[in-house]
């Protein structure tokens, strides 16, 4: 089962590129909508998942971060300058559908980054406040953002479309299109986390301790003792020594 379920994550941005290809799409929202093309960040959020709490894998990471990094480095290059030479008239250009796996690989490789090297740069980086608010609300800014963008492009694109001619203005015009479907997004993911997420997110742990009260307790001892065991160089799985991180 795990074979098939790693198969399948691997496969999953192949697929999507294979179907986008084969759709010949005009339009990039149905791409919001549709399983295949769409089931790939959520794949590779899953595999990195399971990598993390693969002794192997982890190990092989570490010995290997620094080419995998290059390789992230030129992935997210690349698609830099596909975004850049799309720029024009067209507010969502259909190549641009083929940029989403490679920022999902290139985001995963810098949160594999940040847990494998907790002391690192990107770990540190990615620990500023500002970050971590929009990593609190991620999942309901993901709910949320396409109503934002829709009435921020109903005020926005459709009054200043000469200025997508020029990149300074299509840049101009992206900000201020994002900058005003985040500022009616942010304040509804703020009030739902507080108001509907966390009250249901204590409902489910009060309910886990009350099935079964050791499972609180070994699970905070558990996580203190992997903590202890990661911070003297000792796997709490397995027992066996990790191998030194790199500086």
Sequence with gaps: MRRALTAYLVAAPVVRGLAISLLHL?????????????????????????????????????????????????????????LVRAVGPEPFPPITAHTYTPIALVCGCLLLESVAVPGGWCARVLSIRPLRFFGAISYCLYLFHPI?????????????????????????????????????VIPLCVLSGRFFERPFLRLARASSVTENPAAGRNTAAGGQADRRCRNEGISGTSGHRLPAKPR
């Design 148 to 184: 934002g963008l829709r009435v921020s492009e109903a005020l926005i694109l459709a009054r200043l479309p000469s200025l997508h001619v020029t990149l300074a203005g299509y840049l101009f015009v992206k900000l201020l299109h994002l900058g005003i479907a985040m500022a009616l």
């Design 26 to 82: 005009r339009s990039v929202y149905p791409l919001y909508v549709l399983l295949p093309t769409h089931g790939d960040g959520l794949a590779i959020g899953v595999l990195l998942a399971m990598l993390v709490r693969n002794e192997s894998a982890l190990t092989f990471y570490l010995r290997n971060r620094r080419a995998i990094g290059l390789v992230a480095f030129g992935l997210a290059l690349n698609t830099a300058v596909i």
